[in-house]
């Protein structure tokens, strides 16, 4: 997959009144490099037109565009790849049907970590590093050594995830991460594509550390 650093996932509860497209371009102008759709919600003729939409600004800006859960939609609207948890298909049978198409696992300890490589994957989730609350079904906080495990031993791309904040985004670079996501503090912002430049500099300046 192409390489990236900033990851934004949706999240329409946070900007009310704001389009989404609109956000989503605003993060992309401010350096996000892969775009999620993610929502849980909506009725699935209403998840594949924004699936569309996403599609056609991400293709625009030359942006990896990643759906989250469904397959289907990615296949119809020729997404980059999917985004898979635990208790989603399994990787194997998800290759099957999406072929060389990106695969993201997420994980939250280092034996789902070591299995996502060994299946395949082409990137993991790590998280939730700190509380969050944009996420129902969300296990305890994984903190950053598992960030720090995860930075040790696997060597397919990973990407941390979970309460992830420019005032504590340092601290999950420290423990080795070389890549960031999130959702509310980007697509919650009041300036969303300063929130990127920022979150931007922080993985560049961690990286020129290294
Ligand atoms: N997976 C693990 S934590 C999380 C997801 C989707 C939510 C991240 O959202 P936020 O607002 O960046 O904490
Ligand atoms: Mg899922």
Same mark, same amino acid.
């Given at each position: 997959?192409?390489? #990236?650093? /900033?990851?934004?996932?949706?999240? $329409?509860?946070?900007?009310?009144?704001?389009?989404?497209?609109?956000?989503?371009?605003?993060?992309? /102008?401010?350096?996000?490099?892969? *775009?999620?759709?993610?929502?849980? %919600?909506?009725?699935?003729?209403?998840?594949?037109?924004?699936?569309?939409?996403?599609? &056609?600004?991400?293709?625009?800006?030359?942006?990896?565009?990643?759906?989250?859960?469904? *397959?289907?939609?990615?296949?119809?609207?020729? =997404?980059?790849?999917?985004? /898979?948890?635990? @208790?989603?298909?399994?990787?194997?049978? =998800?290759?099957? *049907?999406?072929?060389? %198409?990106?695969?993201?696992?997420?994980?939250? =300890?280092?034996?789902?970590?070591?299995?996502? $490589?060994?299946?395949?994957? @082409?990137?993991?989730?790590?998280?939730?590093?700190?509380?969050?609350?944009?996420?129902?079904?969300?296990?305890?906080?994984?903190?950053?050594?598992?960030?720090?495990?995860?930075?040790? $031993?696997?060597?397919?791309?990973?990407?941390?995830?979970?309460?992830?904040?420019?005032?504590?985004?340092?601290?999950? /670079?420290?423990?080795?991460?070389?890549?960031?996501?999130?959702?509310? &503090?980007?697509?919650?912002?009041?300036?969303?594509?300063?929130?990127?430049?920022? #979150?931007?500099?922080?993985? @560049?300046?961690?990286?020129?550390?290294?």
């Amino acid at each position: 997959m192409k390489p #990236f650093k /900033l990851y934004a996932i949706t999240g $329409e509860q946070f900007h009310p009144g704001r389009s989404m497209l609109d956000v989503m371009e605003e993060a992309i /102008l401010g350096g996000c490099d892969i *775009i999620q759709l993610r929502d849980k %919600k909506s009725a699935k003729r209403d998840v594949l037109a924004k699936a569309k939409a996403l599609r &056609e600004l991400t293709r625009r800006y030359g942006v990896t565009f990643i759906v989250n859960d469904h *397959i289907d939609i990615a296949l119809a609207v020729d =997404a980059d790849g999917i985004h /898979l948890g635990q @208790d989603d298909l399994p990787l194997a049978d =998800a290759r099957r *049907i999406v072929g060389d %198409k990106i695969i993201g696992i997420s994980t939250h =300890a280092i034996e789902e970590a070591r299995q996502a $490589e060994r299946d395949g994957a @082409d990137y993991i989730g790590v998280g939730p590093v700190f509380p969050t609350k944009s996420k129902e079904d969300v296990v305890a906080p994984v903190t950053t050594s598992y960030v720090r495990q995860v930075a040790d $031993e696997i060597r397919i791309p990973f990407v941390a995830i979970g309460g992830i904040k420019l005032h504590n985004a340092d601290q999950v /670079l420290e423990a080795g991460a070389t890549r960031l996501c999130a959702i509310s &503090e980007i697509v919650g912002s009041a300036d969303v594509r300063g929130t990127c430049e920022a #979150f931007v500099a922080k993985i @560049d300046a961690a990286a020129a550390r290294l």
